[in-house]
C-alpha cells in the first residue's frame, strides 16, 4: 500500500523500487506484478531476498513490535548496483501524498544521510528522544532522528564502510539499542547528517492521546508529503476507526491490489498494540 501511494504520486520518471524481504510468498510477488499491470506504473520492482546469518548478533528481543527485517537496510549498499549513487529508504507502514523528486534530488555532498529529528540538538520533538540521546551516550548537539526515512548517499557509505561501522556498533553494544537499527545508526551517523523537513516524515505519534503534551506545530508547518505511521498499532487495525490519517491509508489501499486485505495479525496482538499505545 506504501508502494502504490509512492508510485501514484511520482509517475513522471522511472523508479526502481527494492524491496528487502525474506521468503517472500509467490502470492504476494504476483499481487506486485499486478501493481505495475494494472496502473501502468513506469516502475520495475526488484525482490531482494535476504539470508539472516549476516544479523545474528543484532538483537530482537521478546515483545518487540518489529523483526529482524528492521536491520536490512544496513545493507543497502551492498544489496543495489554499484552503479547507484543514492537511495531513498522507506519504511512500509507509510503512505506518500505528493512528489518526491525534490528530496530525492537533494544535495548529499559530504553527508552520510538525510533523515528527519525527533531531536534536533535543542528541543525534542518526540517522546523519548532525549532518553535515548543519554542512553546511547553520545553529544546531545547530534540530536536524534526517526530511520523510517533515510536518504542515503550510497558513495560516503562504501567509501567509509558504513555498513561495517553499523555491525562493529551493534556487536559491541547491543545492551544500548533498545530501538534496534535506529539507534544504531544515530550512534554512528549522528554527526554525519543533514535534517530533513518533517514533511517528508509526519510521525502520527504525536497526534494520539497518550502523547497530547507534546508540541506539534513542527509537523503542522507544511502539508505533510510522507506519513509515518509509527506507533505500534497501525491504521490498519480494525479496532481503531479514529486512528490519525487513516483515511489517507485507506484511499491508497483501495486503489491497490490489497484492497481487501483487513490485517494480518492474530487478535491477540491486535489487543497487545492497542494496550501499547494507548494506556
Known amino acids: 500500500i506504501m508502494?502504490?501511494?509512492?508510485?501514484?504520486n511520482n509517475k513522471d520518471r522511472h523508479i526502481d523500487v527494492y524491496i528487502l524481504t525474506k521468503e517472500l510468498n509467490k502470492k504476494s510477488k504476483n499481487l506486485f506484478d499486478r501493481l505495475l499491470r494494472a496502473r501502468e506504473y513506469n516502475a520495475e520492482i526488484h525482490i531482494c531476498e535476504i539470508k539472516d546469518q549476516s544479523f545474528e548478533n543484532c538483537p530482537i528481543r521478546f515483545g518487540d513490535h518489529v523483526s529482524i527485517v528492521t536491520y536490512y537496510r544496513f545493507l543497502?549498499?551492498?544489496?543495489?548496483?554499484?552503479?547507484?549513487?543514492?537511495?531513498?529508504?522507506?519504511?512500509?507502514?507509510?503512505?506518500?501524498?505528493?512528489?518526491?523528486?525534490?528530496?530525492y534530488d537533494m544535495d548529499m555532498s559530504g553527508i552520510s544521510l538525510a533523515a528527519c529529528p525527533e531531536h534536533d540538538g535543542k528541543k525534542e520533538f518526540s517522546p523519548g528522544a532525549q532518553q535515548h540521546i543519554e542512553r546511547l551516550g553520545y553529544p546531545k548537539e547530534w540530536g536524534y532522528f526517526n530511520a523510517g526515512v533515510l536518504m542515503i548517499n550510497l558513495i560516503y557509505w562504501r567509501e567509509h564502510k558504513v555498513s561495517d561501522m553499523l555491525?562493529?556498533?551493534?556487536?559491541?553494544?547491543?545492551?544500548?539499542c533498545l530501538l534496534h537499527d535506529q539507534d544504531t545508526l544515530n550512534a554512528v551517523l549522528g554527526n554525519q547528517k543533514k535534517a530533513l523537513p518533517h514533511?517528508?516524515?509526519f510521525m502520527t505519534f504525536c497526534f494520539i492521546l497518550k502523547f497530547k503534551r507534546y508540541d506539534k506545530s513542527v509537523f503542522l508547518k507544511e502539508r505533510p508529503i510522507i506519513i509515518h505511521?509509527?506507533?505500534?498499532?497501525?491504521?490498519?487495525?480494525?479496532?481503531?476507526?479514529?486512528?490519525?490519517?487513516?483515511?489517507?491509508?485507506?484511499?491508497?489501499?483501495?486503489?491497490?491490489?490489497?484492497?481487501?486485505?483487513?490485517?494480518?495479525?492474530?487478535?491477540?496482538?491486535?489487543?497487545?498494540?492497542?494496550?501499547?499505545?494507548?494506556?
Not at 551493534?170 to 544500548?176: A, C, D, G
Request: net charge positive.
Open 76 to 103: 543497502i549498499p551492498q544489496i543495489l548496483p554499484a552503479t547507484t549513487d543514492k537511495a531513498l529508504y522507506l519504511d512500509c507502514d507509510m503512505v506518500i501524498t505528493d512528489s518526491l523528486y525534490s528530496l
Open 229 to 279: 505511521y509509527c506507533t505500534p498499532a497501525k491504521p490498519w487495525d480494525w479496532y481503531l476507526p479514529d486512528y490519525p490519517f487513516k483515511k489517507h491509508w485507506e484511499h491508497y489501499r483501495n486503489i491497490s491490489p490489497w484492497k481487501r486485505w483487513r490485517g494480518n495479525k492474530p487478535l491477540k496482538e491486535r489487543i497487545r498494540r492497542q494496550l501499547l499505545i494507548w494506556l
Open 167 to 176: 555491525f562493529e556498533y551493534i556487536n559491541k553494544y547491543q545492551e544500548k
Open 199 to 201: 514533511k517528508y516524515n
Open 3 to 8: 508502494l502504490t501511494s509512492l508510485l501514484e
